[in-house]
């Protein structure tokens, strides 16, 4: 009978050993943190951005630049399947020559095979004033020829880290021949 207890003890304790360490493995890989306290966090703020982003897929300087498509693209009334990167300037105001405030980078696809709708997914690199160096990241769905759209703020870094909120598109001005477009981007961003 002793011998029975001491090996139940001898097995209990290396069942404890072997939880501990599992828990303290798992808490090396994965904590929770008081966010305000550890990454020193100011109070939610909203901050409001207006810009506009000038789309330019013709021309000597493309800033949209088709890199794949299907085989029936071009046969499609949506262009569905087409595949788009970007490095859009964002400026100040609908002029090309005013202030450079960012660049919308990232990919667009046509997505649909209904209506004329991108799906977006890119960051919008700021290089003005205080938010220069600060990003946000944007995903969603943009069915061109709607006024207004929206799209998500998924995130962000610098000034917007942990950023979530929308950004509400009207195009400003779409040329049909060319199909270079101007928008109006209006972010609404919650961040700390």
């Known amino acids: 009978m002793a011998h029975f207890k001491t090996s139940f003890t001898i097995l209990a304790f290396f069942f404890s050993l072997t939880f501990l360490t599992a828990i303290k493995s798992e ?9 305000r306290d550890q990454f020193g966090l100011k109070p939610e703020k909203m901050t409001h951005l207006r810009f506009y982003l ?24 949506t262009s569905f399947g087409l595949v788009a990167v970007i490095d859009d300037p964002l400026t100040m105001s609908p002029d090309p020559n005013s202030t ?11 997505s649909s095979q209904s209506e004329v709708s991108l799906t977006l997914t890119m960051n919008l690199v700021f290089v003005e004033g205080a938010y ?22 998924v995130g ?7 950023a979530r909120g929308y950004i ?16 109006k981007y209006d972010a609404y961003a919650l961040h700390y």
């Open 132 to 153: 220069n160096g600060s990003t946000l990241s944007v995903l969603g769905q943009d069915p061109i020829l709607k006024n207004p759209r929206e799209l998500a703020i």
């Open 156 to 162: 962000g870094t610098g000034i917007f880290r942990f």
């Open 54 to 77: 000038h789309d330019t897929i013709t021309g000597q300087h493309p800033t949209a630049v088709p890199v794949a498509q299907a085989a029936t693209t071009n046969t499609s009334s």
């Open 168 to 183: 509400q598109l009207r195009t400003y001005t779409n040329n049909p021949r060319t199909n270079n477009a101007i928008v």
């Open 100 to 110: 450079l405030v960012g660049r919308a980078q990232g990919i667009y696809a046509s």
């Open 27 to 35: 808490t090396l890989f994965a904590r929770e943190l008081s966010a």
